[in-house]
DNA sequence: TCAAGATTGATGCAGGTGCATTCAGTGGGG
DNA sequence: CCCCACTGAATGCACCTGCATCAATCTTGA
């Protein structure tokens, strides 16, 4: 239990920080500069936009996107103020709401996936082949915390977590 | 240029970004529950104890911690703030200075590395073969951002970033 | 030698995040 | 039926981060 890590592993874990903070960034960089939200919007606004209905609990959103409760809670606070999702009452229970996409979410999301998209390729795909990637995927799973997620049959777009 | 990536790249990037997130998030909560400061204390302290003269100047260590100049500038006055670290004249360029690393400095690195050993133990090492560690950094490397870094050929501790 | 430009480091401000708490509403057991 | 424990969501506070900017010093080159 107390064991100390294999010099394999532990040049692994920084390997894992160093480059996904580095990758991270850039992306975030390319979407800045393209005049585009932070990606946690981006991911808030797809999981709505997925939403057969175009609304979720805040609750969903939060186990969705691994978000803490109040940080979901501040980040609709600010979609709303931008006017790309409603609050709406929920009325089979009075604590809560739905939180619905509007038009001008929808399209921001798929505006932002373009650039998204782009940046992906430019950071990670130009630099890796397919058959890399799905490897990367299998050992990357491996580290999942236990607790795996459903996540995403569908087309493939999406980031979430923090 | 404007190619769309892979679903193949799509899904290791998105692996990327939530698996890092929830195994640096385990790490870290458990140094807090441990009672120690976060990560980046500790990897400022540790590059400050590995340098032969046991300080550096702030413009290295932003340089091997990859972080903004002005992150750095607070960190270490936290770091002084608590007495870990001590800034001390630099002679040779009066805009400069050195930061030594105290003590007490040493000592915290020293206790925290058993703890976080223990947790990259935990979080990777134990989910992970050497050998699947050892794929795991060549796939990663093959992201690192075209200007890789030297980085610690010594003992293999020590993350940094972000 | 000296002015222009580059480099080192600090800091004010705005915004983001974690934590703990609060408040409203729900639901089950007595 | 009511009380109490629990859940959904918001918020005050402290702290952290990014950005832009500043002041001090160094370097370069005419």
Chains 1, 2 share one sequence.
Do not use: N
Request: some cysteine; charged content about 30%.
């Amino acid at each position: 239990m107390k064991r100390k890590p294999s010099l394999e592993a532990t040049a692994a874990w920084i390997r894992l920080v160093r480059v996904q903070t580095r990758v991270l960034d850039a992306v975030e960089q390319d979407l800045k500069k393209a005049g585009f939200p932070p990606l946690a919007w981006y991911d808030a606004l797809l999981e709505l936009s997925r939403a057969p209905t175009g609304e979720l609990r805040p609750v969903e959103l939060e186990r969705q996107m691994l978000l803490p409760q109040y940080s979901t809670s501040r980040l609709i606070d600010r979609l709303v103020d931008e006017g790309l999702a409603a609050r709406r009452e929920c009325k089979i229970d009075k604590r809560g709401q739905f939180v619905e996409i509007t038009e001008a979410g929808r399209e921001l999301q798929k505006k932002m996936w373009g650039a998204y998209s782009a940046a992906i390729e430019k950071h990670v795909g130009s630099k890796l082949s397919d058959a890399d990637a799905v490897k990367l995927c299998g050992l990357l799973d491996r580290l999942g915390c236990s607790c795996s997620e459903a996540q995403s049959p569908a087309i493939g777009e999406g980031t979430s977590a923090r």
